[in-house]
């Protein structure tokens, strides 16, 4: 299929950017465009207008700030991958391979893959995990968004229409944090059946904070707070303690099955991959503590 017809207009700055987002027009932004692009094709998406912020002068370009990572709403996730800065992000570094192609990741970014909201992504359970806050510009100003509660449904979030996220910040790795990151697909490059990151952090050799945001589950990620059911155990008997937590999360959910895999069968990933990416997150802020 080829898209119904559309303006395309390019913006060179923020402020053109926002003022042609609220003109009244039904404009789309593009910016990598791995994922508006097939929706056009498709015709699920039919904006009369795209706006491209690929010539925007602007935006921050990916660095460090105080305790986050900056990452701009032009920067690919390729370039985050392959960066210095990543490591400073384990769960950037761990996941990013996991999405699509390397050919895919050259154009697709950060920030559109959270504005795009897919329910079985890795970056919006990560940037929701992790806190992350993204800067948004609209014809009233800046704001910001915490990642946790930024998606409210299936390819649905808090922004509004005239928006735009001009970069996203996820806060770097402190002592004593450990992370893990485990997915299932049918083929390597395909979206997740289910994955889960884990954050673990260890102070005086103990547990006091186990989360995890589960994705392909439900219609947003799924964050989960495992930090009682953990924080008595040792290296020893930590592997053992985190079963039976992760069976009750897991009992709790309602995914959707569809031909790549039942309810059930993502359930039962759901639990192993909750418990393997909490036992990987811990043995690793084992080491960094
Ligand atoms: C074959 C294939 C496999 C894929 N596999 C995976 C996978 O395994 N995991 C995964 O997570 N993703 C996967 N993707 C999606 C990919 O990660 C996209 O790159 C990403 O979802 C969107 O980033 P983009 O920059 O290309 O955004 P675009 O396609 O340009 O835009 C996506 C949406 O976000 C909006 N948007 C973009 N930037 C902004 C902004 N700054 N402010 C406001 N709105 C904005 C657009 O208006 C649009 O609605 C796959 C895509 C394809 C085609």
Redesign the pocket.
């Known amino acids: 299929m080829k898209p119904a017809p559309f303006d395309y207009v390019r913006a060179f700055s923020v402020d053109e950017a926002v003022g042609l987002l609220s003109d009244g027009t039904d404009s789309?932004?593009?910016?990598?465009?791995?994922?508006?692009?097939?929706l056009l094709a498709m015709r699920l998406a039919r904006p009369e207008r795209v706006v491209d912020?690929n010539f925007l002068q602007d935006l921050p370009h990916l660095h460090r700030e105080g305790g986050h990572l900056v990452v701009g709403?032009l920067v690919r996730?390729r370039q985050v991958e392959l960066s210095n800065e990543v490591s400073s992000v384990p769960l950037l570094s761990l996941a990013l391979p996991?999405?699509?192609h390397r050919e895919?990741r050259n154009?697709?970014?950060v920030?559109?893959?959270l504005?795009?909201a897919?329910p079985?992504?890795?970056?919006p359970a990560i940037a929701a995990l992790l806190r992350a806050t993204m800067f948004v510009m609209g014809p009233e100003g800046s704001r910001e968004l915490n990642a946790l509660d930024f998606m409210v449904g299936p390819f649905q979030t808090r922004?509004r229409q005239d928006?735009?996220?001009?970069a996203v910040s996820f806060p770097v790795r402190a002592d004593g944090d450990g992370y893990g990151f485990e997915e299932v697909s049918r083929r390597r490059?395909?979206?997740?059946l289910v994955g889960s990151a884990a954050w673990v952090h260890l102070s005086q050799g103990g547990v006091d904070r186990a989360e995890a945001a589960l994705f392909g589950v439900g219609a947003t990620p799924v964050v989960v707070d495992l930090t009682r059911h953990l924080s008595g155990f040792g290296e020893s008997d930590l592997t053992t303690a985190v079963l039976e937590p992760s069976r009750e999360v897991a009992q709790g959910l309602e995914p959707l099955g569809d031909q790549h895999g039942s309810s059930g069968y993502r359930r039962r990933l759901a639990e192993v991959l909750l418990a393997r990416s909490l036992a990987w997150a811990y043995q690793d802020a084992r080491r960094s503590s």
């Open positions: 789309k932004v593009i910016a990598g465009g791995q994922s508006l692009v097939p912020i709403a996730q996991f999405i699509g895919l154009r697709g970014t920030v559109g893959s504005a795009h897919d079985s992504a890795e970056l922004l928006e735009l996220i001009t490059g395909d979206f997740a």
